[in-house]
Structure formats: C-alpha cells, structure tokens
C-alpha cells in the first residue's frame, strides 16, 4: 500500500511538472503571437554651435515625443560629414550651405541625403546697434570717431575674422579689427548699447543677441562677406526607405529666427540645453505637431 501511495505521488508530482511547464510554453507563445514592440531609434550628428545645440536638442524632444529613442553626437564639421556619409548618423540639423560648409559638401555631397531646408538667411557680417545712424560698411571711414576706430571680433581663427580682414582691405578701412571672443565681443556689445555709444562687432545670425537688442547688418555692397546661407537637413543614404515616418519629421522640421534665438537666448541666460528645448517644445505645440505630422 505504502509502496501504490508513493508511485502515485511520483505520478501527480511528474504531472504537475508537466503542467507548469505547458504553462510556461503557453506564455511563451502567448508572447510571441502579441505584436512585436519595434524599438525606435535614431542617431543626430551635429555641430557645438549655439544655433546647432538648439536645433538637435529641440528635434530630440520632438522625436522622444514620437517615440524614439535618441542619441545625440557632438563632432565637428568634417567629421560631420563623413559620419553622414559612413552612415554612423542617421541625420543632422546643422549643415551651413552653400558657403561655410562648401568644401565639405564637394567633398561627401554625393554619399549625403538632402533633406530640406530648415532655417533661411543665415548671414555674417558687420552689425551695429539700429541707434547707429550708418547703414553701411563704405560710412564706417567717415565716422571713425565714434567707433573709436575699432571693429570688435571673436577668436582670431574664426572665418569671419579672416573675412573681415579682407573687408578691412577691400574698402580702405582705417580700422583696428580687435580680436575677443564671442563672450567678449557680445559683452562689449552690451556694455556699448546700455553707455548709447556706437559699436561695430563682427556678428552672424542666427544668434542670440538679435533677439536681446536692435541690431542692424551694415551692408556690404561689394559682396565681401558673400550671400547669405541656409542651414540644411542632412541624412544618411537610404534614410527614406529605413524609417519613413523618421524621415517624414525631420523633411517637415522647419523653423524661424525668432525661434531658435528664443533657445539660444535661454541658453546664454543660464538654462541647461534640455530646459531651453523643452521651453520652446511647451510653448509651440502646433509647430511640433505640424513636424509630427499630427496637426488637426
């Protein structure tokens, strides 16, 4: 009897063994006839310009906002490209064309997507306070005085330093083009505007200082400081046929001035780069749905 009592419990122990595990197989293919969860992701290559670092962290928000997971690469320019081109990015917001990034663009254009336009007339120059009453570079000899003979410039290796040393030599400028940085020259900017005393800076937009003052581009009628740009969207080849609905945002990401100088000012007055973004993000749903392709 004792002998029947344990083959039977061996039994009803075998058979509930069997059952948990039909169970567990059961959750198994349960799982595996729900839909699967497609992870979404996408890769943003950009540029540390104040402009730059608005834009991606402004489309990482929006992107998160449709589900992606997203990495953002700081790089310079011509490692830019050739990411873009190796397919290391999937995209990028920061691409300056035709003129500042020309040789990059002659260099990878033909392994590159180009997606859109996403900012117009982004120019550089020479800027004063609107209260100046010159409008343009060929004045600048006939009021020395006032400027006390000096162009205020960033770092003396930037690009528009060098053009401005040609414009100081293509319209005779009696002028001393004092290199800063761009904290400096933006602070000497403001120091100036608060005193009302005249100031000519090398500048370009977008920045955040046209959104803090009235300023005015002096113009250039001898086309030294060349056309203005627009930045561009770049993606990787084969984007579009990858990830349409990825594809779709970033063909309709296009903003304003006014727009990213609101980011860029937040960021100089002080806030993180995700805070900037995400005040702008809060402040323009209808912009953000028409990107997502959600708008009513």
């Known amino acids: 009897m004792k002998s029947q009592i344990k083959v039977l419990s061996v039994i009803l122990v075998l058979a509930m063994l069997v059952m948990v595990s039909g169970c567990a197989d059961q959750g198994t293919t349960d799982t595996g006839n729900e839909e699967d969860t497609v992870t979404k992701e996408a890769t943003i290559g950009y540029v540390l310009w104040d402009g730059e670092i608005a834009s991606t962290n402004v489309m990482k928000l929006v992107l998160e906002q449709a589900g992606y997971d997203v990495e953002i690469i700081a790089v310079d320019a011509g490692a830019l490209y050739q990411g873009l081109a190796d397919s290391q990015f999937d995209f990028t917001t920061s691409a300056w064309l035709p003129q500042t990034q020309r040789n990059y663009w002659e260099q990878y254009g033909d392994d590159i997507d180009s997606v859109a336009v996403n900012l117009e007339d982004c120019r550089i120059g020479l800027v004063v306070p609107t209260y100046v009453t010159i409008d343009s570079i060929e004045e600048l000899n006939d009021n020395k005085e006032q400027f006390n003979g000096e162009i205020i410039g ?51 937009s977008p920045h955040w200082a046209f959104n803090s003052f009235d300023l005015k581009y002096l113009e250039d009628p001898n086309g030294v400081y060349g056309e203005a740009d627009h930045v561009e969207t ?43 973004a995400q005040e702008w993000v809060d402040a323009n749903p209808e912009k953000v749905n028409e990107w997502l392709g959600t708008e009513e």
């Open 154 to 204: 960033i770092d003396p290796g930037a690009g528009i330093m060098s053009t401005t040393e040609t414009a100081i030599e293509n319209y005779s400028l009696d002028y001393e083009l004092v290199s800063s940085s761009s904290a400096g020259m933006t602070a000497e900017l403001k120091s100036s505007i608060e005193d009302d005393d005249w100031v000519v800076v090398t500048l370009w």
């Open 234 to 276: 770049l993606a990787r080849v084969g984007l579009e046929e990858d990830d349409p609905e990825l594809y779709g945002i970033i063909s309709r990401f296009q903003w304003t001035h006014d727009d990213i100088q609101s980011v860029m000012s937040n960021l100089e007055a002080g806030m993180s780069e995700e805070e900037a």
